[in-house]
């Protein structure tokens, strides 16, 4: 699988990764055991990057990594971490002493001693511009309690403000045909400082799949279910906060659009699922060093990781595909993230 290079921190990672938010909860149940075996169908298929935070399952998803990369001894995989969520959301808690806690937890949970990449997770928003963070987190890389550090956002503004600071290696940001925006500042911005860019949510969390219709229901203690408004986070985490039933019409758009034999530059072989597609596009786009869709399943990692291969879309799909975006979120995305 093709690799780049991962911002600051100098690490190759491969083009898509793996988000592992389903392995830890939110998404309904998955067993260890299914998780392990993500876990391996995704390192089999090439994949070299696995994101996770400690707020998944409270820490589940961080152990079940640790327990599958100390099972392979590491095999290049590149881990990143999120810290922040499990207190409460006021810029006050951000400080070198809750810092040190946290990353020692998640050195814990990963059976590492220094973490590879550590990245805000999506902070109150005055902590992006906190000088105090900053050098806080600079003091963990000087402990060697970790490697390199990030922030994940949910707002291009907030992109911008991290991509100023010197120190940050990369930028986690949802991005995906029906989110658009990045394309505007963001991409180009952090191209320019060196920082890379981890996409997250790129498959808008599955309407792009092509699979969900209006009828769809999720179980209770999926997110798609519970945060459909915004109830327990951002909405923008849920559906990239597109509207759900215009966001199935938009996809079946997309779907038939990708389906046409002039969608790629070249004969992309055997056929093109709809979630593959929307996923070249995304690597495609300038500044886009990784992605990490999440996968339930073993087939689904590997059809995940198979989207690599592919050639790219064609401009003539790419226009498209911005007009279907103009068509349907514009109006109510492009202003809000």
Known sequence: MEQRVLGKTGRPVSVIGLGTWQLGADWGAVTEADALAVLRAAVDSGVT??????????????????????????RGVTVATKMGRRVAQVPENYVLENFRAWTDR??????????????????????????AVYDALD?????????????????????RTA????????????????R????????????????????RVPLASGLLSGRYTADTV??????????????AFDVGETFSGVDYATGVRAAAE???????????????????TTAQAALRWVTQQPGVTTVIPGARNPEQARQNAAAALLPPLSDTALRQIEDLYDKYFRADVHTRW
């Open 163 to 178: 991509i100023a600071r010197p120190g940050v290696a990369t930028v986690q940001i949802i991005f995906n045909a029906f």
């Open 106 to 131: 998640s050195r814990v949970n990963l059976g590492v001693d220094r973490l590879d990449l550590v990245q805000l997770h999506c902070p109150p928003p005055p902590v992006y511009s906190t000088d």
């Open 218 to 231: 999720f179980a209770a203690d999926d997110h798609r279910t519970y945060n459909r408004h915004g109830e």
């Open 180 to 199: 658009r925006k990045p394309l505007d500042e963001v991409l180009p911005a952090a191209a320019a400082a060196g920082v890379g860019i981890i996409v």
């Open 49 to 74: 990057f696995f994101d996770t935070a400690d707020v998944y399952g409270d820490g589940r998803s961080e152990r079940i990594i640790g327990r599958f990369i100390g099972d392979i001894e590491g």
């Open 139 to 159: 003091t963990l890389v000087a402990e060697e309690r970790i490697a390199a550090y990030g922030v994940s956002v949910e707002t291009a503004a907030e992109a």
């Open 254 to 272: 997309f779907a038939a659009l990708v389906a046409e034999p002039a969608a790629f530059t070249a004969d992309p072989g055997p056929a093109v």
